[in-house]
């Protein structure tokens, strides 16, 4: 396989995809994704948000599941094949209901930086785009982040536009 390609070919730009400060809170990002995606019905595939520090730094990300697990932490817990019956489901729909009660009116209002997901890989605007494929698999990311020297966050490269390349490459032969 051999392309040319790199990164900053493929990336989406920053100010084109869904970012916050990491000291917003909970009900603060649940607000912008309402009004900003889902009301207006637009979907930026995958639905992950940015989240960066006072000099534009990328800290991590968050996810609609990392919104729903930080207002309902028994969302959290792992289920083992012996608890997943109909017993279970039930508990699942009382934990659910109680999300409507006032007791979670306090857990949204948390900072997202308690919930997010460190940014742990990322691949800079000039790497080649193998990098950006080995990464998105090996690590199972839907997206990567786009760094300038290692700390500036310029942008986002999908598993749909690696896998768009790598296509093209594959049916060009």
Do not use: C
């Amino acid at each position: 396989m051999q392309s040319d390609k790199k990164v900053k070919d493929l990336m989406v730009g920053i100010f084109e995809y869904p970012h916050i400060p990491y000291w917003f809170s909970i009900e603060q990002v649940i607000r912008i994704v309402k009004i900003s995606f889902l009301s207006s019905k637009k979907y930026p595939y995958p639905l992950v948000i940015m989240v960066f520090d006072e000099k534009y730094n990328l800290l991590g990300s968050v996810t609609l599941k990392e919104i729903l697990k930080g207002i309902e932490p028994r969302l959290s817990s792992p289920i083992t094949k012996a608890q997943d019956t109909e017993e279970d489901e039930a508990s699942l729909s009382i934990i659910l209901d109680a999300l409507f009660k006032n007791e979670y009116r306090e857990l949204v209002k948390k900072p997202i930086k308690e919930i997010m997901v460190p940014a742990k890989f990322f691949v800079e605007p000039d790497d080649p785009i193998t990098k950006a494929i080995y990464l998105i698999v090996r690590h199972d990311l839907p997206l990567l982040p786009v760094l300038e020297e290692k700390k500036k966050f310029v942008g986002l490269v999908r598993m749909i536009e690696v896998f768009d390349e790598l296509s093209n490459i594959i049916l060009k032969e």
